[in-house]
């Protein structure tokens, strides 16, 4: 199975624990190469208008500030899916029940695996956007 169809399959559990409300926080990581975006971060918000999400790109250079935007999880979705493999090889989702890690060999096969929480309790991010 080609690695975008188990990201697919990696998010949907990313829906269920929104759903279950026990999403912590998503985090990509380990890109090919010194670029300078560092990590991808994906923070849960629930307000009154509904579940979003704040994802916030981590530069490298301290120089260079966060960029941070409120979006639905659906393009949230959209900006992650399209840094994988290019440059991120690693996805892992927070939950308060488990950890489920993503990751894409030098040959391009996925993998989903899981294992204990790292996160007791769901932190809400604090949007400023």
Do not use: C, W
């Given at each position: 199975?080609?690695y975008q169809d188990m990201f697919v399959l990696f998010w949907k559990e990313l829906e ?33 208008d509904g579940f979003k999400v704040l994802l916030k790109h981590r530069y490298r250079l ?68």
């Open positions: 199975m080609p269920k624990s929104v759903q279950e409300g026990n999403f912590a926080k998503l985090t990509m990581s380990k890109t090919i190469g010194k670029l300078e975006l560092k990590n991808i971060f994906v923070r849960p918000i629930y307000n009154d301290r120089e260079t500030e966060d960029e941070e935007v409120e979006l639905t999880l659906e393009e949230a979705f959209n900006v992650v899916k399209s840094h994988l493999k290019n440059p991120f090889s690693v996805v892992i989702i927070f939950t308060t029940a488990k950890d489920i890690n993503f990751k894409i060999n030098k040959k391009g096969i996925a993998t989903i695996t899981e294992t204990p929480p790292t996160f007791r309790s769901v932190i809400q991010a604090k949007s400023d956007v």
